[in-house]
T-cell receptor
Framework: AQKVTQAQTEISVVEKEDVTLDCVYE???????LFWYKQPPSGELVFLIR??????QNEISGRYSWNFQKSTSSFNFTITASQVVDSAVYFC????????????FGIGTKLQVIP | EAQVTQNPRYLITVTGKKLTVTCSQN?????MSWYRQDPGLGLRQIYY???????DKGDVPEGYKVSRKEKRNFPLILESPSPNQTSLYFC???????????FGNGTRLTVT
């Protein structure tokens, strides 16, 4: 069975600090996809990134970066120079091959950026 | 505008009174699903549908029904709601296998 663990339930940082959100996953599949979604205080869920299991290249998008390490089954998300607008709940998710059937979400990490 | 539309946004009802939460997408997506979000539990899948007339249970299907008679619509039916179904519900759709999910804005349901 697949599982996603986000051990940090809540994190508070001061604006401009860097912050890393951890995501650890479990799956028996060799082919799978990992996702991060953002849920701002307004409540909608917004897609941030998708990574497949064969692509371990780290990715950077502006202040956001993602570190995928198959050896430790982790897909961590770093926000550099955090801003108040980054305050949200962030969900990591896992989808196995033929993955429509099963998209498993972590419980989410609530990030509060203090001005 | 490409979107997933859920209605209503807020719903307060009483135990046992049947209700339906509608979900419609205009992206011609084959895959649709329902999730519920509860504090400390994240998002849990209730039901999903691979295509018209094809539905299957997710992790927490008890007390819920769905139907997929048309590609664009995927209503969630609570035949006899109970207080433990008080939650925030999200409908989602996706066009291709393992593509990102497009979510509706959510329906906050309270069952008293």
């Amino acid at each position: 069975a697949q599982k996603v663990t986000q051990a940090q339930t809540e994190i508070s940082v001061v604006e401009k600090e860097d912050v890393t959100l951890d995501c650890v996953y479990e799956t028996r599949d060799t082919t799978y996809y990992l996702f991060w979604y953002k849920q701002p205080p307004s409540g909608e869920l917004v897609f941030l990134i998708r990574r497949n299991s064969f692509d371990e290249q780290n990715e950077i998008s502006g202040r956001y970066s993602w570190n995928f390490q198959k050896s430790t089954s982790s897909f961590n998300f770093t926000i550099t120079a955090s801003q108040v607008v980054d305050s949200a709940v962030y969900f990591c998710a896992l989808s196995e091959t033929g993955g429509y059937q099963k998209v498993t979400f972590g419980i989410g990490t609530k990030l509060q950026v203090i001005p | 505008e490409a979107q997933v539309t859920q209605n209503p946004r807020y719903l307060i009802t009483v135990t046992g009174k049947k209700l339906t939460v509608t979900c419609s997408q205009n992206m011609n997506h084959e895959y649709m699903s329902w999730y519920r979000q509860d504090p400390g539990l994240g998002l849990r899948q209730i039901y999903y549908s691979m295509n018209v007339e094809v539905t299957d249970k997710g992790d927490v299907p008890e007390g819920y029904k769905v139907s997929r008679k048309e590609k664009r619509n995927f209503p969630l039916i609570l035949e006899s709601p109970s207080p433990n179904q008080t939650s925030l519900y999200f409908c989602a759709s996706s066009g291709q296998n393992n593509s990102p999910l497009h979510f509706g804005n959510g329906t906050r349901l309270t069952v008293t």
